[in-house]
Structure formats: C-alpha cells, structure tokens
C-alpha cells in the first residue's frame, strides 16, 4: 500500500496563492490517476482536479483558470497550485491515488481563505 503525504496548506488571504504537495510513499508504477479532492465544513468531499499518469489532467469548474495541477513521476509527487484562492476554497485537502481499481488517500491538509 502507497503513503500519500500531503504539505503546503495553511491561511491566506483572498486573492492569493498557495501550493499542495503530495508525496507518495513507495513506487508508483502502471497506470494511475494522482488527485485533490477537497471537503468543506457540513460539505460533503468533492473533485478539485485530476492527472493521469500520461499527464492529461481535469479540472472541477469551481477551480477552472486558477488551479493548476501537475505531478514529477521521478519524485512521485502531485502538485496542485492554488492562485486567486477565495473564502469558498477554505476546506481540508485530500491527495487521491486511483490505480487498478484501489484508491489510497493522505490525511489531508487544511486551507484557510479569510475574506
């Protein structure tokens, strides 16, 4: 089973920048589907964005033209690049790993956007 570890999450202001990383635990062959899902305070957990291992990526339409996901294959590490970051972006950060029918998750990471 892989580790995900996520970093980068803390408080910011409206308009400004943050940058998720998450690094897998272990070799990550084959193909496979690296991920941030996201849940909100009562919310439910939902998609943010996605990249396959063939580096085609997907973005929810909340986040489209502000976040910008990317991964290094050599480092098994996911980034996702959060710019113009809003007060509805505040929740916990979840690194998703989809490969061969198994998911594995991180922790998490919480981000703050104060108005």
């Known amino acids: 089973q892989v580790q995900l570890v996520e970093s980068g999450g803390g408080l910011v202001q409206a308009g400004g920048s943050l940058r998720l990383s998450c690094a897998a635990s272990?070799?990550?062959?084959?193909?496979?589907?690296m991920g941030w899902y996201r849940q909100a305070p009562g919310e439910e957990r939902e998609l943010v964005a996605t990249?396959?291992?063939?580096?085609?990526?997907y973005y929810a339409d909340s986040v489209k033209g502000r976040f910008t996901i990317s991964r290094d294959n050599v480092k098994n590490t996911v980034y996702l690049q959060m710019n113009s970051l809003k007060p509805e972006d505040t929740a916990v950060y979840y690194c998703?790993?989809?490969?061969?029918?198994?998911?594995?998750w991180g922790k998490g990471t919480l981000v703050t956007v104060s108005s």
């Open positions: 272990g070799s990550i062959w084959g193909i496979n589907v």
């Open positions: 990249i396959t291992s063939s580096i085609s990526t």
């Open positions: 998703n790993l989809k490969r061969y029918g198994v998911d594995d």
